[in-house]
């Protein structure tokens, strides 16, 4: 017998067909437009656009509908009970609390990102490799600097999986740039510049812009926000274990948006709604510290020490020596 868990807050209703399956999931698109639906296994969880089911062989359902109140798999009926609210509710953060639990979320990444994981971009190897690595710093670099749509851009696309490591990293951009209160109209450059004919790095990065997102980066984002650098370092081990990659690298960015200088300003003016009248006001954040940024450690083989702060790429001393396979976007020349 099926049973119904939970039904993401980004589901569509509508009549949906066939577009994928993979191991515990099964990917459906709207039969009017491209929005996806994706049915999971309990081990997978909640999502924006996910559908947790349990007692369901995923490799043979077919036809889906949702309804306001129900999901119809392959004429099989279940009442919808619960919803995944999947938007980020941010009611309050500490500069020196976020400070600490950054320190606390790079040395978890550190430990717990798998070796494909653009935390860990290759030192040597291949000129793939090479041009890989370059890329995404340069991309970075424009981000942090403030030029979204070309820094977007650079990135979008980039890399290995799914959902690319530079879409995954952009997801966790706009998520850190929500969290912070960075305005909407900029969160929507980022998105617009970076927007995919792939569909689920399209669904992904949408769902980012407006601070929707998996429950482990959600509840990530809280506890660097509210909780304890133990509670960070469990949520970001959970992350890291999303996917191939996929969850380490939404870590990454989320971690470059919020330990770069340009996220005090922001964070500076969250602060300054939530105060109470007659207290001293903190837009400046006057002892802010950006983030310890683990991307301008100087790698043994030189790759990164010319990168910019904030982004928490090291040299990987496990991966191994050549990457074989993957896809990269690149303009003409740039692995000549």
């Not at 807050?9 to 191991?23: A, E, L, P």
């Not at 369901?56 to 009970?81: F, H, K, Q, S």
């Not at 912070?180 to 689920?200: C, D, H, I, K, T």
């Not at 949408?206 to 509670?231: K, M, N, W, Y």
Request: charged share 20%; net charge positive.
């Amino acid at each position: 017998m099926i049973e119904l868990l939970n039904v993401g807050d980004r589901v569509q209703i509508g009549s949906y067909r066939v577009f994928s399956r993979f191991r515990g999931a099964t990917a459906f698109v709207r039969d009017e437009g491209s929005d996806l639906a994706v049915v999971v296994e309990e081990s997978k969880g909640a999502g924006p656009c996910q559908i947790v089911v349990r007692g369901c062989d995923l490799n043979a359902i077919g036809r889906l509908e949702v309804c306001p109140d129900r999901v119809i798999l392959d004429g099989a009926t279940m009442e919808i009970r619960r919803r995944y609210h999947s938007r980020l509710r941010i009611d309050g953060s500490r500069p020196a609390g976020i400070h600490r639990n950054l320190h606390a979320l790079g040395a978890a990444l550190i430990e717990s990102a798998p070796a494909r994981s653009m935390i860990f971009l290759p030192g040597s190897g291949s000129a793939f490799e090479a041009a890989l690595a370059r890329r995404f710093r340069h991309g970075i670099g424009l981000l942090l600097a403030g030029r979204l749509e070309s820094g977007a851009r650079a990135i979008a696309g980039l890399g290995f999986g799914l959902t690319p490591s530079g879409d995954d990293f952009l997801a966790g951009l706009l998520l850190g740039m929500y969290g912070a209160g960075a305005p909407s109209l900029e969160r929507r450059r980022v998105y617009q510049a970076a927007r995919s004919s792939n569909a689920f790095s399209d669904s992904l990065l949408r769902c980012a812009a407006d601070g929707c997102c998996i429950e482990p980066a959600q509840s990530l984002i809280h506890a660097v926000f509210a909780g304890t650098e133990a509670q960070v370092a469990r949520h970001a081990t959970r992350l890291s274990a999303v996917g191939a990659s996929s969850g380490a690298d939404l870590a990454a960015g989320l971690y470059s948006y919020l330990a770069s200088s340009g996220a005090k300003h922001v964070l500076g003016a969250r602060r300054a709604k939530e105060i109470s009248p007659g207290r001293e006001p903190w837009v400046g954040i006057p002892n802010w510290r950006a983030g310890p940024s683990l991307f301008s450690q100087r790698s043994r083989a030189g790759l990164l020490s010319d990168a910019p702060p904030g982004l928490p790429l090291w040299e990987n001393r496990r991966a191994p020596g050549r990457i074989r396979g993957g896809s990269i976007r690149t303009s003409p020349g740039v692995l000549s």
